[in-house]
T-cell receptor, first 113, second 117 residues
Framework: SQQGEEDPQALSIQEGENATMNCSYK?????LQWYRQNSGRGLVHLIL?????REKHSGRLRVTLDTSKKSSSLLITASRAADTASYFC?????????????FGQGTTLQVKP | DAMVIQNPRYQVTQFGKPVTLSCSQT?????MYWYQQKSSQAPKLLFH???????NEADTPDNFQSRRPNTSFCFLDIRSPGLGDAAMYLC????????????????FGPGTRLTVL
């Protein structure tokens, strides 16, 4: 069953602005990952945050994780038109150790030049 | 460059006519996954192979089968495609959670868009 829910479903901003996407999940996790998908393409892994981490940075990306609220956020700073894509959070459940990803519904981001 | 390759990128089939989608990888990863993604939805895992060990998701229809003849290749067979099977099919690979200590990340191919007429 699907575990992650994301909001907003769609986000439209101007180039240079920051974009924030949120993800909530239901069960205990080993880690949470964010992926990007350009239109009609496969997914690309962006960043992984472990359950014992609270914040992680990678270039213009900042991810936070609050396990008490079972939520995560992805912040893209100084957005560019090339950031236009769908962004998915995906959780790895704590049980099972299969590494299986449970994807959220995704946020579609449009960055206007 | 190491990568995940899917062929074809676009596949058109007729209602009820069997179709096979292929995936190959040069990453030498242990795990290969097949996802179905419908428009504006999240990818839905159909099944995965951990080495030769096949793992089917409980809600994957019997119409969907998979084969992994060797480490590099994995196939998705749709025995009798229906209109509802039109979707993007994504193949992904990973090293495997047992090796990665649970922090496994997946590498996706570009997908095959299936149209059913």
């Amino acid at each position: 069953s699907q575990q992650g829910e994301e909001d907003p479903q769609a986000l439209s901003i101007q180039e240079g602005e920051n974009a924030t996407m949120n993800c909530s999940y239901k069960t205990s996790i080993n880690n949470l990952q964010w992926y990007r998908q350009n239109s009609g393409r496969g997914l690309v892994h962006l960043i992984l945050i472990r359950s014992n981490e609270r914040e992680k940075h990678s270039g213009r990306l900042r991810v936070t994780l609050d396990t008490s609220k079972k939520s995560s956020s992805l912040l893209i700073t100084a957005s560019r038109a090339a950031d236009t894509a769908s962004y998915f959070c995906a959780t790895v459940p704590l049980s099972g150790n299969t590494g299986k990803l449970i994807f959220g519904q995704g946020t579609t981001l449009q960055v206007k030049p | 460059d190491a990568m995940v390759i899917q062929n074809p990128r676009y596949q058109v089939t007729q209602f009820g006519k069997p179709v096979t989608l292929s995936c190959s990888q040069t990453l030498n990863h242990n795990v290969m996954y097949w996802y179905q993604q419908k428009s504006s939805q999240a990818p839905k895992l159909l099944f995965h192979y951990y080495d030769k060990d096949f793992n089917n998701e409980a809600d994957t229809p019997d119409n969907f089968q998979s084969r992994r003849p060797n480490t590099s290749f994995c196939f998705l067979d749709i025995r009798s495609p229906g209109l509802g099977d039109a979707a993007m099919y994504l193949c992904a690979t990973s090293r495997g959670a047992r090796l990665a200590g649970g922090t496994d990340t997946q590498y996706f191919g570009p997908g095959t868009r299936l149209t059913v007429l």
